[in-house]
């Protein structure tokens, strides 16, 4: 399997940091022998202004390819509307080597490795949670987070030592976390929350609207 990334802020394919982890990751080695089956590295372009969380890889999605939300049903909805506002070159095609490339964006996940049932433990979120600190100071010219979830809303959080309780999860909420950089919440595009309708397509697209025209604004009419 191809490996999309290198950089210091990636896990290495081995990580141990969490048993529970690491054993389901070696059980779905021996299942799944095609499958990439590793810590999943960030993909996009880390000199953009713009990252996005998500929660995990998924079994079949992200742990399959290699590639955060690639082969998922909430990789067709992101990619979609990453597309629609500009962040992305060439067209997603749910396979790693699309061809597909980001442009001022990132993609990452608060947990790097497949977790049972999709669900991973607080323990295991701040034991990935250094991986992300560390992408954020390797991204010198970030601008604008955006956390798909209250999981990934969380680890932000922390991952900068602020009280969460200064800053509770909520769709569309956006929040100015240091002079420059501004944070923005959305329901995570999952296939159970597109089919309830807990999100919705033009929900996702108002928050990303916002994304757009923030970093489309010259700085000096921001302050």
């Given at each position: 399997m191809m490996t999309l990334n290198n950089q210091a802020?990636?896990?290495?394919?081995?990580?141990?940091?969490?048993?529970?982890?690491?054993?389901f990751r070696k059980k779905n080695?021996?299942?799944?022998?095609?499958?990439?089956?590793?810590?999943?590295?960030?993909?996009?372009?880390?000199?953009?202004?713009?990252?996005?969380?998500?929660?995990?890889?998924?079994?079949?999605?992200?742990?399959r390819t290699g590639r955060p939300f690639t082969g998922d049903y909430a990789g067709d909805l992101l990619y979609e509307?990453?597309?629609?506002?500009?962040?992305?070159?060439?067209?997603?095609?749910?396979?790693?080597?699309?061809?597909?490339?980001?442009?001022?964006?990132?993609?990452?996940?608060?947990?790097?490795?497949?977790?049972?049932?999709?669900?991973?433990?607080?323990?295991?979120?701040?034991?990935?949670?250094?991986?992300?600190?560390?992408?954020?100071?390797?991204?010198?010219?970030?601008k604008v987070v955006l956390a798909l979830g209250r999981v990934a809303h969380e680890s932000f959080i922390s991952s900068l030592d602020l009280k969460r309780s200064a800053y509770p999860f909520g769709h569309g909420a956006r929040y100015s976390v240091r002079d420059d950089l501004t944070f923005f919440d959305s329901y995570h595009c999952s296939r159970y929350n597109t089919n309830t309708r807990r999100l919705t397509p033009q929900m996702f697209y108002d928050v990303f609207s916002q994304i757009r025209r923030l970093l489309d604004t010259p700085e000096r009419m921001q302050n």
């Amino acid at each position: 399997m191809m490996t999309l990334n290198n950089q210091a802020s990636d896990p290495p394919p081995t990580c141990t940091r969490c048993e529970r982890l690491a054993i389901f990751r070696k059980k779905n080695q021996e299942l799944y022998p095609d499958f990439f089956n590793a810590p999943v590295p960030s993909f996009g372009d880390m000199s953009g202004r713009f990252l996005i969380v998500g929660l995990a890889p998924g079994l079949k999605g992200a742990n399959r390819t290699g590639r955060p939300f690639t082969g998922d049903y909430a990789g067709d909805l992101l990619y979609e509307t990453l597309e629609r506002f500009g962040f992305s070159n060439g067209k997603y095609d749910v396979r790693v080597d699309d061809g597909l490339k980001l442009q001022d964006c990132l993609i990452t996940n608060a947990v790097r490795c497949l977790p049972p049932e999709n669900k991973p433990k607080g323990e295991e979120i701040r034991q990935c949670r250094p991986y992300l600190i560390d992408l954020l100071a390797a991204m010198p010219n970030l601008k604008v987070v955006l956390a798909l979830g209250r999981v990934a809303h969380e680890s932000f959080i922390s991952s900068l030592d602020l009280k969460r309780s200064a800053y509770p999860f909520g769709h569309g909420a956006r929040y100015s976390v240091r002079d420059d950089l501004t944070f923005f919440d959305s329901y995570h595009c999952s296939r159970y929350n597109t089919n309830t309708r807990r999100l919705t397509p033009q929900m996702f697209y108002d928050v990303f609207s916002q994304i757009r025209r923030l970093l489309d604004t010259p700085e000096r009419m921001q302050n």
